[in-house]
């Protein structure tokens, strides 16, 4: 089973191929992959409404921070959240 909202990236081959249990509920598979890859100045609020409304937004959200995911709409997040939630998650510890 392959998951939509994963773009084909040579580096993400394990996850296409055999991606976590959560994504089988994750909302996002259901809708055209391309909105959560907005492109610079588009909106993401079409993503992050979906997102808001995902049973796995928690899971989909650590799974991008523990792979480090530069790219896209990962548990309503864009990467520039992404990288200051890290970074506080960080300065935090």
Do not use: N, S
Request: hydrophobic content about 40%; glycine content about 6%.
């Amino acid at each position: 089973m392959t998951v939509a909202f994963w773009p084909p990236r040579p580096r993400d081959d394990y996850y296409r191929w055999y991606p976590p249990d959560w994504t089988a509920a994750a909302l996002c598979a259901q809708v055209d992959p391309e909105m959560f890859y907005p492109e610079k100045g588009t909106p993401a609020a079409p993503a992050r409404m979906i997102c808001a409304a995902c049973p796995v937004r928690a899971q989909c959200l650590d799974d991008a921070l523990a792979r480090g995911e530069p790219w896209g709409i990962w548990g309503g997040m864009t990467e520039r959240e992404r990288r200051a939630l890290r970074k506080t998650r960080r300065t935090a510890a």
